[in-house]
């Protein structure tokens, strides 16, 4: 039969060591024509090391790869290409002092007479991003953009190749709801072209919605192909990490807040110098989970870094217990502020650093107090029990960080802050492309911080987490608090409305 069940792409019998270390193990993976296959296992599964195979990233120990029906040798990414494959990695890969166009077209640039031609370039990108419609802009430099917005460059990076094949390795991450559902119609089209997609994710409910095919993979090994009618939620949790979990809590909640509780943190008038937001005032009292909603570019990842001190505001005040702070990253963690920003790869942490250097660095100051000199004993102490707490795998200490699955590195920057006594924790999509199994165990340590006094910021553009996780909600629309939900019902069409500044249907009735 051709049409639909033409494969165009398969892997046979792949293995891949790091040192010694088994990685994946005759692993099978084929891809139909017009399909979206989806890939899902736990972090350091091995989901983007077989990805990395297959577009000539990382060699391949044994096993073979056939594009069409005939074995290929794909040694870079220009091998891919010819093929008409194009993929977009979990680690993006803009580069922030170019502009949009400049990275969409990096490589491959329109030129007149041997030169690069800009007009044209944006021109090129202009009906790209019109096409799409993705909330960006073809000359603006990259480095002023927030991830979600990096990510739809690298995903427009991919969409311009008219590929055979689109890889897309956790392309929504860092979007909100909004923007996913745009990348999901895009994907809809592609497959009704005749394009196939690879689709890694760690969020069921897309996987259910996108996939004609899924492939599971377990400690390296596959553990299932499912047809589409076999992907149910509980078997395919339960294949992939071996325990149930229940997905279906977060899509709507009765909020509770206690305002008796004394006020941790108050934020008053605070306003950018670029405008990114404007007289932002709240409070978030001891105990508490404020939640942060609103779509990509909304201004909360800029509020919560000016609270924090890695951006200046214009004007506006922090006051932690009653003091006013002057805000800066030092004064900040010396007064018990923790903050886990969104872009952990340049924030985050260090990649040629072990897991427990890593930890140590922000921890310093209390590995210190115990003793006079800093004791690797005490370091050790320290990253161990972050391993253990937060299922850091591998459980290695001395494992350097950046080798380390894109899951697993958001865990050793999550571990750091946790390990402090801290009074305020502000965490900048902390789950983004964490497992299901570990995103459980991190809701409960923030619940478990928060039950000890800790007053919690949550930014989220999963909506899922913020209803679920959050004691109450700030909704922001374009630089501004638009919305506030409180000790009533919250569902996430509410949210989402909200944060498109659609009316409420509430409001809408009053
Ligand atoms: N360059 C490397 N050197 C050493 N080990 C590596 C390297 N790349 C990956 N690994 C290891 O291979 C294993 C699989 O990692 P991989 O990145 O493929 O996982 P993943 O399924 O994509 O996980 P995640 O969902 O967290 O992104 C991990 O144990 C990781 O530490
Ligand atoms: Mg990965």
Redesign the pocket.
């Known amino acids: 039969m051709s049409g639909m069940n033409e494969i165009i792409l398969e892997a046979k019998g792949i293995y891949k060591s790091?040192?010694g270390?088994p990685?994946l193990q005759d692993v099978h993976f084929d891809v139909r024509k017009g399909e979206v296959h989806a890939l899902m296992?736990?972090?350091?599964?091995?989901?983007?090391?077989?990805i990395k195979i297959i577009t000539g990233v990382?060699s391949k120990d044994a096993g073979t790869i056939e594009w069409e029906g005939k074995p290929v040798e794909i040694n870079n990414y220009q091998d891919c290409q010819k093929l008409g494959v194009a993929c977009i990695y979990?680690e993006l890969s803009v580069i922030p002092p170019l502009t949009v166009a400049q990275n969409v077209f990096l490589g491959r640039e329109p030129r007149t007479f041997g030169l690069i031609d800009y007009a044209k370039m944006n021109r090129m990108t202009q009906e790209l991003i019109d096409r799409y419609q993705f909330p960006l802009h073809p000359a603006t430099l990259v480095e002023n953009l927030g991830m979600g917005q990096r990510q739809l460059i690298e995903i427009l990076k991919g969409l311009s190749q008219n590929s055979k094949l689109l890889i897309m390795?956790?392309p929504t991450a860092s979007l909100s709801g909004k923007e996913a559902e745009t990348l999901f119609h895009i994907i809809e089209t592609l497959r009704s072209e005749g394009v196939s997609v690879i689709y890694?994710s760690?969020r069921l409910e897309e996987v259910y919605r996108l996939s004609d095919r899924l492939t599971i993979?377990r400690d390296?090994q596959n553990a299932a192909v499912l047809n589409r009618e076999e992907i149910v939620p509980k078997k395919v949790i339960a294949t992939m990490i071996g325990k149930i979990v229940d997905e279906s809590a977060g899509s709507k909640k009765m909020l509770h807040s206690d305002d008796t509780a004394p006020v941790r943190l108050e934020v008053k008038d605070l306003t950018d110098p670029a405008d990114r937001y404007r007289h932002i005032s709240f409070q978030v009292h001891r105990g508490e989970i404020l939640g942060l909603g609103g779509l990509i570019g909304a201004g909360r990842t800029e509020v919560v870094r000016a609270i924090y001190g890695v951006d200046k505001a214009k004007s506006g005040e922090v006051i932690l217990d009653g003091q006013k702070m002057n805000p800066s990253p030092k004064t900040s963690i010396a007064a018990g502020i923790g903050f886990v920003p969104e872009d952990r790869r340049s924030q985050g942490f260090i990649p040629l650093l072990s897991t427990t250097r890593n930890i140590a660095l922000t921890n310093y100051d209390i590995i210190r107090k115990k003793g006079a000199a800093v004791s690797y004993a005490d370091e050790l102490a320290m990253s161990k029990k972050a391993i253990k707490d937060i299922d850091i795998?591998?459980a290695d200490p001395d494992?350097e960080v950046g080798?380390?699955?894109?899951?697993?590195q958001q865990k050793v920057v999550l571990g750091k802050w946790l390990m402090r006594d801290l009074k305020l924790l502000i965490v900048d999509e902390p789950t983004a492309?964490i497992?299901v199994g570990a995103k459980n165990e991190i809701y409960e340590i923030l619940e478990n911080l928060a039950k000890q006094g800790v007053a919690i910021i949550l930014v989220s553009s999963d909506l899922q987490e913020l209803i679920r996780v959050s004691h109450r909600i700030l909704v922001m629309r374009k630089g501004d608090v638009v919305k506030e939900f409180k000790n009533e019902i919250v569902t996430q069409s509410r949210v989402l409305s909200a944060g498109q500044g659609i009316l409420d249907e509430e409001e809408a009735q009053a």
Request: overall charge negative.
């Open positions: 790091f040192s270390v990685v296992g736990e972090n350091g599964a091995g989901k983007s090391t077989l990382y979990q390795d956790e890694i760690h993979l390296g795998r591998p494992k080798v380390m699955s894109g899951g697993n492309g497992d």
